[in-house]
């Protein structure tokens, strides 16, 4: 099994997944592990952005 | 030979079992390092080593965390501080020396000096298995053990992130259930004014005109334009005075009919402080209650143990039923009429407590709507009223949560509260709800002002739900546009996990077939042992064998409790083998505790077969087994810890093995303990000999075999198979017919014996001079019969000595 960092830096670089997604999963992995906090942080913002201006 | 070592040495000082001076397990032997094994009684410290050995590597000692026992359970009780500490010496010059220190004003983090961390890089799986870390493997849940395993073969990490990802996806359903959740509120919302469920833009838009159009106010056809007509439609209302009051008034009225109606707390904190303050008067009764639960988990054990004579808290003996006298006392204590009256109280507790914070909720939604606004005279007593109530609620409702045993007995909730201001609030909801009823109604006889507060409250409620909606859905795609990557990469590194995973099993799979079946040769009806992994939803790992010729997956609810082991115990060395590759050193403590003495052996010969180039530290407590291993590997180090001392920790010497210790008794002039000491071996290697050879025993009913029994049959096979006037046969005849050897088998269990040493000396060398003509010099194991061919062979495994 490869170091799950470089998994994810390979799924960031493979084109695959929604650019901006994989980045932030990318950003939440770290040594200790994943940070879903973090991670859920992120999407509350992105949740607050899609509401724009209206 | 080959310096095959890891470990030069091991020490340790104030460790468990283990205090001073230092015990110290040198590996060294002749200039080369050697395995090292310890013969030990149950209780000698044999434990303290393979602990010492976890701590420096980990920093904790699982079993004992799980029995409760921190970290401050490490150090000798006499152990002052710094001398508590372990120190091994490895060959490999990269990691030299690690020390571990206990350090007692931070007691989780061992003071380590050397290169702990490039050990870690080597040793992945660990390198130690004792008795009762076997046994709690193969009893653990088969999901369990995929777990264990896979975070032994190195994959900790990856499954951390797995379940990290898994615990993310619930995450996100939550927050999509919330959107959801407020998405069907802002539906209903629109729903109460507009009389249907928001669809889009238009219709919202067709809604609206309605009421705009009974206002004269020109039509919306852009949704932007909303907001310029609904404050062109504020403007109305503002510029006459009476509708700016009817718009206020009506605010209050739907404010107010939050607040009410609001439930009547005052009796039921009278009769909660009643029964409270006659619950609390006797302190020493209520402290009998932590009495009950002792009891009543005690009766739970002894049931689920259904060990009825012994008590479950301190092992001793008891005449008579334990439960039936455990009842007893209970009754005696009265304890079930004081549990009664304690239940109903936290009944009234808990009901109490969420009858205020009901209200709570109710002041905290009305007051800061209250606060911003003028009021009339009722209304601003009202406001003085719940500013005065809430702290008081909200201290009692704290008090309340603590549970009945916390509640501070001197608090009064009585006169916590003014019970004057809650009548106060009860009483008037009909007077301020007539006095809100009496304004509106004043003012709404203007049927024009009436509708045009109407249609003011509706559009402004209709564009805040419809806000509400629009961008709730907005949300809801984004979310769900997020989850769909998250689910997509969530999937991919499962799986690239689990073919990971599966690869390694593979690898140790093989092995672990290879061992078990060492291990289990004689059971005929078990066969093709393999380890199965499930890795689809439910991850799991399980053995699947042949029973009787047909598949059996899961094995267990087959398998012996020995045969478990064997399966245990394979993977076991098959893990330490595949995934320490770089590290061939392994530390046995007592794993041979559970197989049957016929299955000891086999131990030994998967440790020749596939662990010859490996450096091994073992324990046991299995004399013979102990004489068995040193045949095979006479050039181990041997050791004996003979007593264990409060003071000092276990005693250790050098190993013997039984003819080492016979002769130091016939030294002694200790006829009765030599006797003792070779009968038992020789029953042993009898029983071996017998059965290697097929000789058929006397059967008796006890299913006890003594000397002179096996050593019949053992002399009429090899008559047999030899003929009479082989030099063996007529060696074991003459051995057998000795007066002196008939004594001892009539004599050997008894506590005196009628021989004496000279005696027992001659009998031991007798049978030495035998031994020595069937035990091969190469692989050190005994002759055995087969027929191959419709030829009849007796011979050694290895095939050196053949007869």
């Known amino acids: 099994m490869r170091n799950p960092i470089v998994w994810f830096e390979e799924a960031v670089k493979s084109g695959k997944y929604k650019k901006d997604v994989i980045v932030e999963i990318r950003e939440c992995i770290s040594e200790e592990g994943f940070n879903v906090d973090k991670f859920i942080y992120w999407l509350s913002e992105q949740i607050e952005k899609s509401i724009g201006d209206d | ?803």
């Open chain 2, 1 to 803: 030979m080959i310096d095959m070592g890891e470990i030069q040495k091991i020490t340790i000082a104030g460790f468990r079992g283990i205090n001073t001076p230092p015990l110290e397990i040198d590996f060294h032997k002749e200039k080369l390092i050697q395995s090292v094994m310890i013969y030990g009684t149950n209780g000698s410290g044999k434990s303290s080593i393979v602990d010492a050995w976890e701590w420096l590597y980990s920093g904790k000692i699982e079993h004992l965390a799980r029995e409760g026992a921190g970290e401050r359970a490490f150090p000798h009780k006499e152990a002052k501080d710094g001398q508590t500490w372990v120190e091994i010496e490895f060959t490999n010059k990269e990691i030299g020396k690690i020390r571990a220190e206990f350090n007692s004003s931070r007691i989780t983090m061992p003071k380590i000096e050397g290169n702990l961390s490039k050990l870690k890089e080597i040793i992945l799986y660990p390198c130690y298995l004792r008795y009762r870390d076997l046994t709690d493997f193969v009893y653990k849940r088969k999901a369990e053990k995929y777990e264990i395993l896979s975070r032994q073969m190195g994959f900790g990490n990856a499954i951390d992130i797995q379940n990290q990802l898994q615990s993310g996806v619930k995450r996100i359903e939550e927050e999509l259930n919330n959107l959801g959740r407020d998405r069907d509120s802002s539906i209903k919302e629109y729903y109460d004014v507009a009389d249907e469920e928001p669809k889009d833009i238009p219709s919202f838009i067709n809604t609206l005109n309605i009421v705009f159009k009974r206002q004269t106010i020109p039509y919306v056809k852009e949704i932007t334009e909303v907001q310029k007509r609904l404050e062109k439609l504020r403007e109305y209302v503002e510029k006459d005075e009476k509708s700016k009051k009817l718009q206020l008034w009506k605010d209050i009225q739907r404010i107010i009919s939050q607040l009410y109606p609001m439930e009547d707390i005052h009796s039921n904190i009278s009769k909660f402080q009643e029964k409270f303050t006659e619950f609390k008067q006797d302190e020493e009764e209520i402290s009998k209650l932590i009495l009950l639960e002792l009891y009543e988990k005690g009766i739970g054990a002894i049931e689920s143990l259904k060990i009825y004579n012994r008590c479950p808290l301190c092992d001793q003996p008891y005449e008579g039923n334990l439960i039936e006298h455990i009842k007893t006392k209970k009754d005696h204590l009265h304890l079930n009429e004081l549990n009664k009256r304690r239940e109903e109280l936290e009944k009234r507790r808990k009901e109490l407590s969420l009858s205020i914070d009901g209200i709570i909720r109710k002041f905290d939604y009305v007051s800061p709507y209250l606060e911003g606004i003028e009021l009339e005279p009722l209304l601003i007593q009202l406001k003085e009223n719940l500013k005065n109530l809430y702290l008081p609620l909200k201290e009692c409702k704290n008090m309340l949560e603590k549970g009945i045993e916390n509640i501070d007995k001197k608090f009064n909730f009585l006169t916590k509260l003014d019970t004057k201001k809650i009548k106060f609030l009860l009483d008037s909801e009909i007077k301020i709800k007539e006095e809100i009823s009496v304004r509106v109604g004043r003012l709404e006889k203007d049927e024009s002002r009436k509708a045009l507060i109407d249609d003011f409250q509706q559009v402004t409620k209709l564009q805040a739900s419809f806000l509400k909606w629009k961008r709730l859905n907005k949300k809801i795609e984004k979310l769900k546009e997020i989850m769909v990557t998250y689910e997509e990469v969530k999937n991919d590194y499962i799986e690239e996990t689990k073919k990971s995973v599966q690869i390694s099993f593979d690898a140790i799979s093989y092995d672990v077939a290879a061992y078990f079946k060492i291990l289990e040769q004689d059971s005929k009806v078990l066969d093709d042992p393999k380890i199965k992994l499930y890795s689809e939803k439910d991850k799991a790992v399980e053995l699947e064998i042949i029973f009787g010729g047909n598949v059996i997956s899961p094995a267990y609810k087959y398998l012996s409790e020995s045969q478990l082991n064997s399966f245990g115990l394979s993977i076991f060395f098959a893990s330490a083998k595949h995934f320490n590759h770089n590290f061939k050193f392994i530390i046995l403590d007592d794993v041979i505790n559970s197989f049957d003495t016929y299955k000891r052996p086999k131990v030994i010969d998967i440790l020749s077969k596939y662990f010859s180039d490996y450096q091994i530290l073992l324990f046991t407590h299995d004399s013979i087994w102990l004489d068995r291993l040193q045949r095979s590997f006479p050039q181990w180090i041997r050791k004996r810890f003979f007593g264990w001392d409060y003071n000092i920790g276990p005693r250790i010497e050098t190993g013997k093995n039984s003819y080492e210790q016979i002769d130091e008794f016939i030294i002694q002039d200790k006829p009765t303990e030599a006797g003792w000491a070779f009968g038992r071996y020789l029953e042993w290697v009898l029983q071996e000999l017998c059965e290697n050879l097929e000789a058929s025993v006397r059967y008796n009913r006890r299913n006890e075999f003594t000397l002179s029994e096996l050593v019949q049959a053992f002399r009429a096979r090899i008559k047999k198979k030899l003929e009479s006037d082989h030099p063996i046969t007529k060696m074991i005849s003459v051995f057998e017919s000795n007066i002196g050897f008939r004594n001892f088998c009539d004599h050997w269990k008894e506590s005196e014996t009628n021989y004496s040493s000279p005696e027992i000396k001659n009998i031991v060398q007798e049978w030495k001079n035998i031994e020595s003509k069937i035990e091969c010099n190469k692989c050190h194991k005994f002759i055995r019969y087969e027929k191959m061919d419709s030829h009849e062979h007796i011979f050694c495994p290895c095939g050196e000595l053949t007869l």
